[in-house]
């Protein structure tokens, strides 16, 4: 978030939380077997002028080998060494049906030049580089810009067209418990109506960011529920409501960093601690009210202060 406003959300950050990470690696990708030299390996990154590659057999990913490695061995004197005995063994990947914010937060971290994708069952699918995150940014940005301006004069005025003392639109969504691979589903669409809306970006990245972190948490660690918007002409509230164990703790829940996410959740990249401090930086008002036992109601308002685009 920038500096000067800290609830102004830019156009890369909500994109990150919108893309899977599939929607930016590239498939099919150059791989090596273990037994292969590293003098080898120079020809097969020379030839596909690549700077590194998975290493795989029958499908499965069991390393990564990159330039760095090659460079080490010609050093070394080491060129008739395996790619087994020099590459990184059990490498940090990531899945396809991640949201891509993931592979950014990974890229910033730890510095990699590169991050296998692999599926739920631990088969190599693709690989993803910086560059694939950025271009797949741009290519989503020239598609949103294209739906904004074919619904910009269709609907960006629909409250001043309508008469009434009271005015509210209202969008539901369910979400399922457990079902990480269609999570943001909810986020997505509320996000898309916004626009037809004609709602001011900001807003809508706001928004969308807001819903996607408390979708992610109703997804782990609820048995579901439901996330309702309403939009009047002065904001926008949305409110999950889910059915589960409840927060024992609201004001640790609130802690940076504070998660009780299985093992299993956080392996695969979610259940950080930061979906409920995010959710309040990008909102105006949040309530949060759970009863251990019973369930979670969480209220968000984003107001609109006449920003229309």
Not at 121 to 133: A, M, R, S, Y
Request: net charge negative; charged share 25%; hydrophobic share 40%.
């Amino acid at each position: 978030m920038e500096q000067g406003d800290p609830k102004e959300i830019t156009i890369r950050q909500e994109l990150a939380y919108e893309l899977r990470i599939g929607q930016a690696m590239t498939e099919n990708g150059i791989t090596v077997a273990p037994d292969i030299t590293m003098a080898d390996l120079r020809e097969v990154l020379r030839r596909n002028r690549i700077s590194g590659t998975p290493v795989v057999v029958d499908e499965r990913l069991i390393g990564i080998v990159s330039i760095e490695d090659l460079i080490e061995a010609l050093a070394s004197g080491e060129m008739r060494a395996t790619v087994a005995e020099k590459m990184t063994a059990n490498p940090v990947t990531l899945r396809a049906d991640e949201p891509l914010v993931h592979a950014v937060s990974k890229f910033s971290h730890l510095r990699f030049g590169r991050f296998p994708v692999v599926n739920r069952d631990g088969e190599l699918v693709g690989i993803v580089t910086q560059g694939d995150v950025v271009r797949a940014m741009l290519r989503q940005l020239e598609v949103d810009y294209r739906e904004e301006e074919s619904h910009r004069y269709r609907a960006s005025h629909i409250f001043e067209d309508i008469v009434a003392d009271d005015i509210a639109l209202v969008f539901g969504y369910r979400v399922a418990a457990g079902d990480i691979g269609r999570a943001g589903g909810a986020s997505s669409g509320l996000k898309r109506a916004l626009s037809r809306l004609g709602l001011h970006p900001q807003v809508i990245r706001r928004v969308a960011v807001a819903t996607y972190e408390a979708e992610m948490n109703m997804v782990i660690f609820t048995d579901g529920g439901e996330i309702v918007a309403e939009v009047r002409p002065d904001r926008v509230k949305i409110e999950a409501l889910d059915k589960g164990p409840g927060i024992p703790d609201i004001e640790q829940a609130m802690l940076p960093g504070w998660s009780t996410a299985p093992p299993w959740v956080q392996e695969m990249g979610f259940g950080a601690g930061m979906g409920l401090p995010n959710i309040e930086a990008c909102s105006d008002e949040m309530q949060l009210d759970s009863t251990v036992g019973v369930g979670t109601h969480l209220t968000i308002t984003i107001y609109l202060n006449d920003m229309r685009a």
